[in-house]
């Protein structure tokens, strides 16, 4: 496959939806082919499980069940859009995909890493990530700006403690990937955005 396959991921409230956006706008602004893709999600197959994934009425949805799903969808989203795009030699620019797995389902709610790191494999199966940016800012500050951890209730407390166990996971695998790059996001948008831009410019992802 000769073209170059870049996640995207961070905390929730690091305001990665923006930054992802930003990038697309000035892409099409400059001409530059890239194909836009999010996980979960990103097929029609892998977006209706991503509705049963986040749907909030799926309270009782057991923890490997959520792992399942994940993978599902994202081996349906690798072999529709992501193989194709980078056989044919474009740019893909992936808004979460194998880390957050791992993060999340992992690091978060405590599911057994190996385990995690084999489905991947076999979700992603010929498809290689060259480079993973990795908007970082502390647990802390993500999870208030998402309006959270004021009231300091018990599930509060029990929310900001599951968003530490993701951000430290992030940056465990931040340490072990060589792919990933850690990007400074808590400064404003715009300056988050030339950092990512001028990461992926001086690197020769984009001319
Ligand atoms: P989304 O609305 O796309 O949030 P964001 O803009 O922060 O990406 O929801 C995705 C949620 O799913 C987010 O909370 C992270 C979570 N997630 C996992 O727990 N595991 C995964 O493998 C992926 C891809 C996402």
């Given at each position: 496959m000769n073209g170059k396959f870049v996640t995207i991921e961070g905390c929730d409230g690091v305001g990665k939806s923006t930054q992802v956006r930003l990038l697309k706008e000035r892409f099409e602004r400059e001409g530059i082919d890239a194909v836009f893709t999010r996980e979960p999600g990103g097929t029609p197959i892998a977006e209706k499980i991503r509705g049963i994934i986040l749907d909030?009425?799926?309270?009782?949805?057991d923890g490997l069940t959520e792992l399942f799903l994940y993978e599902a969808s994202r081996r349906q989203h690798t072999l529709e859009i992501i193989e194709p795009a980078l056989q044919s030699g474009r740019l893909v620019v992936c808004d979460r995909y194998i880390d957050s797995t791992l993060a999340?389902?992992?690091?978060?709610?405590?599911?057994?890493t190996d385990m995690i790191r084999k489905l991947n494999e076999w979700a992603m199966g010929d498809a290689k990530i060259d480079l993973t940016l990795f908007l970082n800012v502390s647990s802390q500050e993500g999870f208030s700006r998402k309006g959270?951890?004021?009231?300091?209730d018990r599930l509060e407390k029990e929310k900001s403690d599951f968003y530490e166990r993701i951000y430290d996971g992030f940056l465990t695998i931040a340490e072990r990937e060589e792919r990933v790059v850690k990007i400074?996001?808590?400064?404003d948008k715009y300056s988050t955005h030339e950092k990512l831009y001028g990461y992926l410019k001086d690197n020769g992802y984009i001319r």
């Open positions: 909030a009425g799926n309270s009782e949805m999340y389902q992992g690091y978060g709610r405590g599911l057994d959270g951890a004021n009231g300091g400074d996001a808590s400064g």
